[in-house]
């Protein structure tokens, strides 16, 4: 038996229209598919995919050694204009950790897209609540987004950026807008396809900034991609990498 557990396999899940496997160690297509790896857990995530007419998704897990994870998805969607259709990502699987405790969080994150006339972006998205429990409800989502396709937009686009710091060398259009809960949206301003960076110093200006208490829980870190429309889209991840150091 090998050391990772994957959740309603999609063997019997028919091939993109158009796009040809890759060898992966696993594959995952329908709604509620996961992979879990010793340090990641590897979501297909169609959370949206309801709103689309007509499309499908499936993600590859290519490489799991430690706190280092590579991936595919395979994407096409149409219909649903301005919607996302899902977020396939990787959690680093670590628990809740209170912000006050965490001195840095140093990622590395190599990526590239193709595909036709794609609405997508390239995300980190984290999700803060007040305690750490696993059913505690969220007070913040909190994206840094290193690419942004086909003019897709943050939560709060129309009200323009509150704040444009420089983290990590790059300045970020900063967005502040409603969901269920207050999203941050972090926009990077040039596409950045290798990103090596502590995204702490991200969560830090919020505390330092906009008033975010370090008291909060940071419930769940992912990176990944959201896309809305396009088709035959390839997203290729080689490597990422992230821990969290308290």
């Not at 050391?3 to 709604?31: E, H, M, Q």
């Not at 803060?128 to 942004?148: G, K, N, P």
């Not at 009200?159 to 502040?176: E, F, N």
């Not at 990944?224 to 390839?234: H, I």
């Amino acid at each position: 038996m090998n050391r990772w557990s994957i959740l309603c396999l999609a063997s019997a899940v028919p091939a993109l229209a158009g796009l040809a496997a890759r060898d992966p160690i696993a594959t995952i297509c329908t709604k509620n598919n996961i992979i879990t790896t010793d340090d990641f857990i590897l979501y297909n995530n169609l959370w949206g995919e309801d709103t689309a007419t007509s499309g499908s998704e499936c993600t590859y897990l290519d490489y799991d050694s430690g706190n280092s994870i590579s991936w595919q998805t395979s994407w096409t969607w149409a219909g649903g204009s301005g919607e996302v259709k899902s977020y396939p990502n990787a959690v680093l699987n670590v628990g809740a950790k209170q912000l006050s405790t965490i001195t840095t969080i140093p990622s590395t994150w190599s990526w590239s897209y193709t595909g036709t006339d794609l609405v997508a972006d390239v995300s980190y998205d984290a999700f803060f609540s007040a305690s750490d429990s696993t059913t505690a409800t969220h007070e913040y989502e909190v994206m840094i987004w290193l690419a942004a396709y086909g003019g897709i937009e943050p939560i709060g686009y129309s009200d323009g950026p509150i704040a444009s710091p420089t983290i990590g060398g790059y300045t970020w259009d900063l967005y502040k807008g409603p969901n269920s809960w207050t999203v941050y949206s972090f926009v990077a301003r040039e596409t950045i396809t290798d990103f090596s960076g502590d995204i702490m110093e991200f969560f830090s200006y919020l505390i330092d900034d906009e008033g975010v208490s370090s008291s909060l829980y940071l419930q769940t870190l992912g990176a990944g991609t959201e896309p809305e429309t396009g088709s035959d889209a390839w997203f290729t991840v080689s490597p990422y990498t992230i821990s969290i150091n308290t």
